[in-house]
């Protein structure tokens, strides 16, 4: 159960953040462009802070570079896209009301992204969870303002949000029953370490400051953990 805690926090931020948009909160565009940006400037620092906690740098900057390689090559960026357009025409197919479409559009927003894949994999494999309490802030937010305007099917997101996370934590978790524990100290941390710099690049394009295609990134946590086996 504690490899789903960040999984279940985040699920539950959905639900309140929805419920405080349907209920409470009708926020105006000044105020949540300014509440976005303060929760912007705070993933850029844990990506910072994530960073620098890798004992070997070098292996940060060449899983990063090697995997945005491969991940341009593969337009994974792209092939995301793509799939959110197919799921988002299927499951509105035939359907009418805002409830589909409340659905639809927070889903692809809460789970098409690199934060849920780094962030549940930090709670299967080390038990932290602070990268997915990030990002059920920032969940919590947007749903606020999702249903003021969607309506409240944006609370049936969670339950994708719940299922996606949750079988990355526990395909993590399952992992570190198969391998030595010191070998596992070395992938988690530099994994870890490669994830901070998704996130930084996930802060940064929140900022719009930069326009980054992360999933393009992705394959760097994979590099990251073949590195490891030789560091």
């Known amino acids: 159960m504690s490899a789903l805690w960040g999984t279940v926090v985040n699920t539950v931020a959905i639900l309140v953040g929805t419920l405080l948009g349907v209920r409470v909160f009708r926020l105006s565009a ?13 993933v850029s620092i844990l990506g910072i802070q994530m ?17 945005t390689l491969l991940g341009e090559r593969w337009d994974l960026h792209g092939k995301l896209e793509a799939l959110g357009r197919v799921l988002e025409s299927r499951l509105s197919a035939g359907r009418r009301g805002g409830v589909a479409n409340a659905f639809v559009t927070a889903s692809l927003v ?19 969870h602070h990268v997915l309490y ?24 969670a339950v994708p949000v719940f299922l996606y996370e949750g079988t990355i934590a526990l395909s993590a978790r399952w992992l570190t029953h198969a391998i030595s524990e ?10 870890s370490a490669v994830g901070g ?18 999933a393009n990134m992705l394959p760097a946590l994979v590099v990251a953990g073949l590195l490891a086996l030789f560091v």
């Open 110 to 128: 809460y789970v098409v992204g690199s934060m849920a894949i780094v962030g549940a994999l930090d709670g299967g494999l080390r038990n932290e």
């Open 30 to 42: 000044s105020t949540a462009d300014a509440v976005l940006r303060s929760i912007a400037l705070a």
């Open 182 to 191: 010191d070998l596992l100290l070395r992938i988690t941390a530099e994994v």
């Open 51 to 67: 960073v620098l906690a890798s004992p070997h740098f070098l292996v940060v900057v060449a899983s990063l570079a090697s995997g």
């Open 134 to 157: 990030t990002k059920a802030f920032l969940d919590g937010f947007t749903a606020v303002l999702f249903a003021g305007t969607l309506g409240p099917g944006v609370a049936l997101s």
């Open 197 to 214: 710099g998704l996130i930084f690049a996930i802060g940064l394009n929140l900022l719009e400051l930069t326009r980054l295609r992360v």
